[in-house]
């Protein structure tokens, strides 16, 4: 058994092959038939003639619907008429199941197509969604592997917040309320005292109520963590990280971006270096970019998706003012109302991906940013403790996998970029 893209070639041509996989299109005449097969790797024209069939096999093949499952045999010829380049003529086929109306086409709405997505995920276009994103989770960890990190596991079942309680689930745990981790960084943040270098890839929760084109309430979240590592580091590890994933991406998703007819100049463009600017650079040009802004507005999707549609590559935005970002993060020793950290924004308005930077490590600094923020600092002994035995300058950061994935295929809808997403009110398929 050959797969089809592996029949595609020259090397195969006048060759007996033999395939397996779901009816993508059918035509049929009188005395032939068109099938479109499909399987995980590509499409190919098969031709079935009632002449080489027979009237009782001809008429089965010509009576097969849209995605029955069926396995042939046949000879594979170069054809530039046909939609891949080559025809097969097939010998004998065998059908696994033969379908009544599959009830997804391209013409559904998109409610839908949201509620059919376990049978939309086989369409070419998902197919190719699927392949993309399988590179870019497997680029992040080859990426962090190849550079002596550790892949570790934390735990998603949680008793606190660390990106702020309004974006909490609260699930009941044997009598007591845990939550649905919003973020690893604090178990990460544990395990650089044992390995310095850490990643993890996993779900994160946030009950965001709102409905935004970029708000999961379950999204795939890669997050790492270094020990020693400063902000600026902390950036060129992830424009590294960054391009070697859209590398990657362009390197074998070539045919899957241009069936999403992606425009791959802006991913080219993505390989070079990627400005830095302060939070209060970008106040002071915000009217230049078509978004007048004060000091000390936060920025939403509003916002970035208008500023960051004067950009053709992503630009790391720094320095924030202390009260726009959760507690954790380290303030500037310069200038303390700002702290060290960044956000990394996608071009063509996407907006932030990435969010970043130095933790505070020392213990008596953290316990006054908990105080100030009315949270209780019991909650947090164990985070307090790494700062109570062999505390060390650290940064991290996380990214939003389908956010970067929405990116580099440039969807209009962060739904589109995951094969179920969970959005309030969605939770099915
Ligand atoms: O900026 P956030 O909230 O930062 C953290 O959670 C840090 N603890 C991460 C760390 O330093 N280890 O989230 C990080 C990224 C965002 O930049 C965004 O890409 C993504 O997670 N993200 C979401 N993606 C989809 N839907 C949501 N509701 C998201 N919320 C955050």
Redesign the pocket.
């Known amino acids: 058994m050959q797969n089809i893209n592996s029949v595609l070639s020259a090397d195969e041509s006048g060759k007996q092959v033999e395939i397996r996989g779901w009816v993508y299109r059918i035509r049929t005449g009188s005395k032939i038939c068109f099938i479109i097969l499909r399987d995980s790797s590509n499409i190919i024209q098969c031709v079935g003639k009632l002449e080489d069939l027979g009237r009782e096999k001809f008429d089965q093949l010509a009576s097969l619907t849209i995605e029955s499952s069926m396995e042939i045999k046949g000879s594979v010829y170069e054809d530039s008429r046909a939609i891949t380049g080559y025809e097969l003529k097939i010998s004998s086929f065998a059908i696994f199941q033969r379908n009544d109306n599959f009830p997804v086409s391209k013409d559904i709405s998109e409610e839908f197509e949201l509620d059919n997505r376990h049978l939309w995920i086989r369409s070419r276009e998902f197919n190719a969604k699927l392949k993309i994103r399988s590179t870019i989770f497997q680029a992040f960890r080859d990426f962090f592997i190849d550079n002596g990190y550790f892949e570790v596991q934390a735990p998603l079942m949680v008793s606190t917040a660390?990106?702020g309680g309004s974006t909490l689930f609260k699930v009941p745990f044997f009598g007591e309320d845990a939550f649905l981790s919003?973020?690893?960084?604090f178990y990460?943040e544990t395990f650089i005292f044992s390995l310095e270098k850490v990643f993890t890839v996993s779900p994160?929760f946030?009950a965001?109520k709102s409905r935004t084109w970029?708000?999961?309430?379950e999204?795939w979240?890669a997050?790492?963590?270094v020990a020693w590592a400063d902000n600026n580091q902390m950036m060129e590890i992830e424009e590294k990280m960054i391009q070697h994933i859209v590398r990657m991406v362009l390197e074998k998703n070539n045919e899957e971006l241009h069936i999403l007819g992606r425009d791959i100049k802006v991913l080219e463009d993505s390989l070079h270096p990627f400005q830095r600017m302060k939070y209060s650079q970008l106040i002071e040009k915000s009217s230049s970019y078509g978004m007048p802004l004060k000091y000390g507005d936060d920025l939403g999707a509003d916002e970035e998706k208008q500023i960051m549609s004067n950009f053709t590559r992503p630009i790391f935005l720094t320095h924030f003012p202390e009260e726009l970002k959760?507690f954790y993060h380290r303030p500037d020793p310069q200038n303390p109302s700002q702290i060290l950290c960044h956000?990394l924004l996608a071009p063509e308005g996407y907006g932030?991906?990435?969010?970043?930077?130095e933790r505070i490590w020392n213990y008596n600094e953290l316990v006054e940013r908990i105080e100030k923020n009315n949270l209780k600092k019991d909650d947090y002994y164990w985070y307090l403790d790494l700062r109570k035995y062999g505390s060390i300058p650290h940064s991290?950061?996380?990214?939003?996998l389908?956010?970067?994935a929405m990116w580099i295929m440039h969807l209009g809808n962060?739904k589109d970029a995951i094969p179920y997403p969970r959005t309030v009110r969605r939770l099915k398929p």
């Open positions: 660390t990106e919003q973020s690893t960084q990460l994160s946030r965001e970029r708000h999961l309430t999204y979240h997050e790492v963590e959760t956000d932030e991906i990435i969010g970043g930077g991290g950061f996380g990214l939003g389908d956010r970067l962060i």
